[in-house]
């Protein structure tokens, strides 16, 4: 018997909202940001205060949860039974440290960021990275297996959706304006009658 093992589903697609409503979601995450991380970086917020369970914010986000909820009942074939959404900005010269969450989904959505990468010059400014769980060993790989890693370039409006222990990280940013950016995460249950285990 011969199964591949470690593979990770990953969804990519893009979320359009009106002006309106992109300036609204724009303003909520940097205020948010300015009274809650009172460092600067975007991994150092202390509190653990959800976008969501802000008065202020909540009508505001509602369109984009509501869109990367039905994300993951089509891709994933479960549903949130309880989430969470912080926002991240990151200033030019800044980037995210690796890691992984402790939950079973997480979603990174763009709201804005002018990232300028030049992959032809081995230049990744700005870019998202998924890195596969057994690329914290080393990078060997056998001749037909692919990258250890999954490099992604942001652009406003894109959501990617993947399993929580996937570590990830970001290059450092040089955009002329701050990527802002919402990281959700949730814990999900299997729809009914849905067969995760021969998936």
Aim: hydrophobic content about 35%.
């Amino acid at each position: 018997m011969i199964r591949e093992l470690f593979s990770a589903r990953v969804y990519q697609g893009q979320l359009s909202f009106e002006d309106g409503l992109r300036d609204q979601m724009l303003k909520g995450a940097m205020d948010f940001h300015q009274r809650l991380n009172r460092d600067g970086q975007p991994w150092a917020r202390k509190s653990r205060q959800s976008l969501l369970d802000h008065e202020s914010c909540c009508d505001v986000f509602r369109p984009l949860v509501n869109q990367v909820r039905e994300a993951i009942g089509h891709a994933y074939q479960c549903e949130p039974v309880w989430q969470t959404a912080r926002e991240v900005i990151t200033q030019p010269g800044q980037f995210i440290p690796l890691h992984a969450e402790d939950t079973d989904l997480s979603a990174v959505y763009w709201i804005d960021g002018n990232a300028r990468p030049d992959p032809s010059r081995q230049d990744y400014s700005g870019a998202f990275v998924l890195v596969n769980p057994s690329g914290a060993y080393g990078s060997r790989k056998l001749p037909w297996e692919g990258w250890r890693s999954e490099i992604i370039h942001p652009y406003p409006g894109l959501l990617v959706i993947f399993p929580s222990y996937l570590a990830h990280h970001s290059h450092p940013y040089n955009g002329t304006r701050p990527s802002v950016e919402v990281h959700f995460e949730f814990r999900v249950q299997a729809l009914e009658g849905q067969d995760h285990a021969n998936r």
